[in-house]
């Protein structure tokens, strides 16, 4: 796959670090390697969650969720109840959490933590990428999360535009992406990280610019980490 900035969709992307690009108009930062949309899949399965990223993402579940929470009173001063999506759910924590006030749905394309959300926690996560659901109704949706994920988007305006037909006039959609990810790939020694991981270096300005500011119709909460 050839690379594309996402959010000026420059095609002619410039190495500037070992195996991470830039691109010369908007500054973006991505892996030098676009993988293909299958390969992407193939990463996030157990072992993601279980010795390659996290070392237990299971065993720290009442850590994350203490996290979860904040996210979730964030979510809750601005919408306090309605219909909430969350993309690249994992193993649904936060939709255990948040369906006490919401009706709630994930999507995550890892089969095997879907399959530990719908049978340990109750919660209706589907094992399909985002991209491609058909069963959501343009403007069904008051909230769609996206903690940690836009950063490891393959595609990530169109799933910032599949978002957007999904909410109602006046919904949120809520971020959180980390910044530092290629500069933690880089120090640990992850060597072959930076060559599988599409992972952008996201800010506001260049999220703005992505979203297309002044956005209409809906609104965003983005928290860069």
């Given at each position: ?6 959010v ?42 279980n010795g390659d990223?996290?070392s ?37 924590f ?34 399909i ?97």
């Amino acid at each position: 796959m050839n690379l594309i900035c996402p959010v000026c969709e420059t095609a002619n992307l410039r190495t500037f670090y070992q195996s991470l690009s830039r691109c010369p108009d908007c500054g973006m930062i991505t892996a030098s390697v676009a993988p293909s949309v299958e390969a992407v899949k193939a990463m996030y399965e157990s072992q993601y969650f279980n010795g390659d990223e996290y070392s237990d993402y299971l065993g720290d579940k009442r850590v994350i969720q203490r996290n979860m929470r904040k996210w979730l009173s964030v979510v809750r001063q601005y919408v306090p109840s309605g219909v909430l999506v969350e993309v690249a759910c994992a193993y649904g924590f936060f939709l255990e959490l948040a369906q006490r006030q919401f009706t709630v749905k994930g999507y995550d394309v890892a089969k095997e933590v879907d399959s530990y959300a719908r049978q340990n926690l109750r919660v209706p996560v589907t094992d399909i990428d985002f991209l491609s659901v058909d069963s959501l109704a343009p403007g069904s949706v008051d909230v769609i999360v996206m903690w940690d994920f836009l950063e490891h988007a393959a595609q990530p305006r169109q799933f910032i535009e599949r978002a957007e037909r999904m909410l109602r006039p006046g919904g949120y959609l809520f971020m959180i992406a980390s910044v530092l990810a290629f500069l933690e790939i880089q120090i640990e020694g992850k060597a072959g990280w930076a060559e599988k991981l599409p992972t952008w270096k996201w800010d506001s300005p260049r999220l703005r610019k992505l979203l297309g500011k002044p956005i209409t119709g809906y609104h965003v909460w983005f928290n860069a980490m």
